[in-house]
């Protein structure tokens, strides 16, 4: 049997042991922690840097999340996220860093490549599908950055100033989907501040929402370095403190047991959380012998790359090109590819296929870099090399994107457009070869502008992981038929989007002024119109919608999906829900559900959606939570949130009137269903008889009725307002006065 632990030692396991380990003590194995997301980052510990960022043991490299997301296929990122628990338990690795399912509020954040997505759904949907991947292999998951970490400009210290309905509808329901459908094995606070209070002694959100709302069984470890004050943290929540170790937080939170601030018992449920992960861990099955699984892992890589991609653009049906032709290759990016992003999810891939040698197996190719990574070269002489390329071949693939140093994580990027000597080779390229494809290499959103209308075919790859280069062939060539669709918004000027004002904040504080409409969710309510909408993706087919039903109160949705074109391709139908303008402002259409098919040519599916009522919900400040409000919503079914294929209503029920008090407004007497006719007929030629009662009450309708009361000469109209609350909020009477109402 082991000793009881001291309290030293129980204070030394909420720390860390060193960059990625957690603490041995007697009876207690230490466990190991390793970057995610899109592909293991182990790094040896005889190279551990001071920032943790140093070599680590190759890796497959799949798509990072900005590109994943855009498939839309939870099957999908479930094998990946299975994948990379398979390489994690060949390392030793217990828990996997991932995933991030942090909303892209701005296209500025600099690692929006390792996010899903603007839209909560999306993310969230996409977050349960890694996480029970991973969680398949015997290998945690850390959920991460919890809460509102949508931006690295300042991101240790900056307060993200958060009302609560926009917390509860954007940035909080991808890890509430997670959470409660995967138990994902920990959550990873954020470094910054959340209304002030940061994250990682944030008691409402570390405990009252994860744990007491959400049910949240798992450990919460700090991001790496996110602790200021331990005992403050350990008190909202925060179990294990990384890295470590920190002999500082460990000599506080004994002086605080023993001066008797701090509860003993804080300390053991924490310690009892780290115990419960190292107990899981233990228990993983049959490790996978080192090496077996590159391959395999590769063609998968391959595979999420082809559905990473977004054809944004295709006019004339450019592609897919024929193998036959001759092609000018240009851009060093087909040489030179780039993967994925910077910081600390990057991995060493375990070998990179490049677009260039891929294209020349099929077709053949000349190549020209048009432009220089990295050193400063003579761009005209790369862009006149270029055009001369351009203009002997019977087709252009020309790649331009972001260079790498433009985004990463820690710091933001200030604009959205590509280097300019790359905007003037697409534009000197485009006046020579009209059958010019702009292929797009980018981790955040790049601005199409000005260039867009030159050229008939845009494929946006984002970063495509080690295989990416083998999988735009394929696409290109229609090996594949590309079926990505824009997890975010290509706004036409960064100036459109509407953080725009409030990103990235100042003196250390970001207001989140635009409330719940981020990304399309404002887009689409102003009517402000953006180079490609959220959703929008092209493929080598068509597809068509009919018969929709909507059934059961709009718990049901069908609608058929046919491919009236030519080639086999996949369809991701999008079902939006409009709410009617109740007490809340609330966006024209919000994503309720999404499903991805595959059809062959000719053949028809019939697409049901279940809808729960959280689907029709608002969050309602006033209701404390969850609120459907009455009246018709509007049901669409999509091909992007600008592109409605079908639509049609539902009407729903709002919830039964509140109890009416003296401090209920006059709208709230005027719209219950039995002060409200009585109301109606008592103050019938009493009040503004020339405009009628109810648009004279409405002149007072937002006054609480203690206020109305104490108007002279009004409230002697009121005197029997006693009577009308006991009508209102007793049954019995109620019964009675609905009984007189009716003789
Ligand atoms: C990042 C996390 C990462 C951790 C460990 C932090 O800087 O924000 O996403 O998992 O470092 O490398």
Redesign the pocket.
Known sequence: MTRELTLEEKAAITVGAGYWRTVAAPGLESIVLA?GPHGLRRQQEEREDHL?LGGSIPATCFPPAAGLASSWNPALVQRVGAAIGDEAREQGVAVV?GP?VNIKRSPLCGRNFEYFSEDPLLSGELGVAWVRGAQSRGIGASL??FAANNQETDRMTVSAEVDERTLREIYLPAFERVVTAEQPWTV?CS?NRINGIPAAEHHWLLTEVLRDEWGFEGLVVS???AVDTRVPALEAGLDLEMPGPQSDSVAEIVAAVRDGSLAESVLDTAVARVRALVDRAAVRRDPVSAGSTTAQHHALAREAATQSMVLLRNEGDLLPLETAQSIAVIGEFARTPRIQGA???QVIPTRVDTALEAIAELAPVEFAPGYALGRHDDADALIAEAVEVAERADAVLLFVGLPAGDES?GYDRTHLDLPSAQVLLIAAVAAVNPRTVVILTNGGVVSLEPWHDLVPAVLETWLLGQAGGSAIAEVVFGVVAPCGRLAESIPLRLEDNPSHLNFPGERDVVRYGEGVFVGYRHYETVGRAVRYPFGHGLTYTRFDYTDLEIARDGARVAVTVTNVGERAGAEVVQLYVGAPRGPLAVPRRELGAFERIELEPGRAQRVVFELDRRAYSHWDVEFGGWNVAGGDYLIEIARSAHDIALAGTVTLRGPRPRRLTLDSRVSEYLEHPVTGPILARATRGSVHEDTGHADGLRMVASMPMRRLMRFPGVGDGFRRIGLLLAVANNRVIRGIASALRRR
Do not use: T
Request: net charge negative; glycine share 26%.
């Open positions: 970057d943790g860093l991030g991460k950055h990873m470094y991001d790496w370095g910081g600390s999810s994580e």
